[in-house]
């Protein structure tokens, strides 16, 4: 019950956002999302509200660490 | 950066899986705490890749599993208020209660609709202003903001037949329950979407006062591996800290937008876990400004605890005592299609991932 998707926000009207989850578009709220977020932005989606704003470099960071091989 | 399909590489996969056997020295159990772990270490078949001496057991991460029987009970007594609609999240319409479940109740004339999000259970109340609509909040602290949202809407809005049956459950004190009712879990594989909303910090104590190491995980493949990785790093090299591996959508504050809405419109009480009992500050009630828009006034009052159906071990499977093999009535009288607890009735159930993907 506590799924959250990565979605791509593709439309923004103040809070009110349309996100690509998955191939499908909804509408979601972006009244709760820790930052601001804007068309572009990929967001996690979780009943129908954006309740983080995804961001590139903790990804990355994360990518990093799972090759990493300590000697 | 797609934000998932990175975190399947097969690769990427078999190179934390080399370097838990590395790492790995002694016997070690861990428990996944969330439901969203349970199917996601079986749908990818995790298990399999793990050494011997490792055993994971699920835990009480599934808000379905672990609501209360009398609240079930509760939430069916609310459509029998005259001229009412219950929105409901889908997970809980097979939920069985003292007599039926909201399926059954509905193909008995109840008007029960399931909702993807709170505001379609507003715009349910908009739509039908002569109805009262009663939206079942329930979930972790991951769902929770969102049925605060729902709550500040209304209450802006004054519309008058909105009202929310809180059920809510908040999650770092049931894990200090859990220890202190005796458990063998060595470590916890801590849930990425609540702390999404909480931030790490919340499970500090966990770490600390009861030295069990918890990572923060998220829910590809190798978002769990890696976490499983961490924690026996820790656990062998003898540390108990809180670690974030879900770095992408997890800070150690966490949401303060969430969080403050949800102290805004609600307030810590006691709730009762199926199979560990009351725990303190694990419930989350309204707070008396938002009274007005309380569904419980609607429930029916005689309502009190029930016991867990005859023979039902979810109790035991919810701490991680059992596996849900070990329960006599598993796949025998209890299956998904006719669940006698609600362990099977969730898809995110331990007893329901056990019997989809038992013999794969
Ligand atoms: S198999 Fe069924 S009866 Fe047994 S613990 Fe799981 S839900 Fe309860």
Redesign the interface.
Known sequence: ????I?ALIVEKDGVRAKANIGGVVREI?L????LPAEVGD?V?V????A??K???E??????R???E?LG | MKFASEFRDRELVSGIVEKIGDVCRHDWTLMEFCGTHTVAIFRHGLKTLLPDRLRLVSGPGCPVCVTSRADIDRILSLSDTPGSIVATYGDMMKVPGSTMNLSERRARGADIRMVYSSYDAIALAEKNPEKKVFFIGIGFETTAPSTAAAVLKAAEAGLGNFFVLALHKRTPPVVGALIEHGTSVDGFICPGHVCSIIGAKPLEPVASVWKKPCVVAGFEPSDVLQAIYMLIRQLEEGRSEVEIEYLRAVSYDGNANALAAIDRVFATTSSEWRGIGMVEDTGLMLRDEFSRLDAAPFTDRDITSRPDPAGCKCGDVLRGDLIPTQCPLFGKTCTPQNPVGPCMVSSEGSCAAYYQYAGE
């Open positions: 019950m506590c799924l959250a990565p709220s009244e709760i999302v820790d990929y996690l979780h009943a129908g509200f309740i983080h995804l961001e590139k903790y990804a990355l960071e994360t990518l660490l799972m090759r091989v």
